[in-house]
Each structure stands twice: as C-alpha cells, then as structure tokens.
C-alpha cells in the first residue's frame, strides 16, 4: 500500500526521498511486492506532475511523459464504495488528516497492509493509530 507522496517520486526527478521511493518501484516491478492504492492515487499524481508543469519545473510534454511512466507500475488500484467514503471521512475528522490522505489509511486498515508514504504530517499524525512506514525507512 503507498500512497500519492510515494508515486510522484518515481515520475518527478530531484524529489527528497527518490532513491527509497526506486527501491520500491523496482520490488513492485520485479513482482517482488504487490501495492494497492485508491483509484485517486492517479488524480493526486497528476496534480503534482501539473503542478510541476506550471511551475515550468518541466514541460507540457514531460507532464505528458511523467503520467505514462506509471503505466509500467502494476498498482491495483481500488474504487471506494459509498459506506467506505462514510469511514473515510470518520477517519479524517477523528485523526485530522484530509479524506484523500484518509482514504489510504482506510484501504490500509482493509487490506491490512502497512502504507508507506512519504508525507511528514500523515506519518506523524498516523503512526500512534494504523500501519504506516515512512518511505525513509523503507527496506
């Protein structure tokens, strides 16, 4: 289970982080692991490949480019029913994270396995409570 924080690094060069985020990418490509994610993985990736654009960070056609690169990644990715959305938002507002961030740790819980992320807040703010790894301290 990764969330977006993860995903981005491996299409956005100069990310902190890159390194870990390639050692995961690369176990996930070699069949090594399996990662699933909410289907707003895809969107969340895509905002910040366009924030990159508009910060002409790179161009149109890199943006266009860097949202293929996830084509290789083999991600499962998952669509919420309505009844999990409900729990997605008793997550945020009990942890005070935001529904997207929310919508990871409830597909974590789900499938019972560890999200690794690389989002600073997310992690400290669900470390006491779910199954969460900093991409750092990814092995």
């Known amino acids: 289970m990764l969330d977006a924080s993860v995903a981005v690094k491996w299409v956005l060069s100069g990310e902190p982080y890159t390194e870990e985020a ?17 289907s707003l993985l895809m969107h ?9 654009a508009m910060r002409r960070r ?12 996830l084509d290789e990644v083999q991600i499962d990715l998952r669509e919420l029913s309505p009844q999990q959305v409900a729990e997605e938002l008793d997550i945020a507002c009990e942890f005070d994270v935001t529904t997207y961030d929310a ?3 409830l597909l974590s819980e789900k499938t019972k396995a560890k999200l690794v992320t690389a ?6 703010k669900a470390k006491p409570h779910f199954r969460v790894v900093h991409l750092k301290d990814y092995v």
């Open 58 to 69: 790179i161009s149109t056609a890199d943006a266009h480019e860097a949202l293929h690169g």
């Open 103 to 105: 919508a990871y740790l």
């Open 44 to 52: 969340e990736v895509a905002n910040s490949i366009w924030k990159a």
């Open 22 to 38: 390639n050692k995961l990418r690369d176990a996930l490509l070699s069949g090594a692991v399996q990662v699933c994610a909410p």
């Open 119 to 124: 989002d600073d807040k997310l992690y400290e």
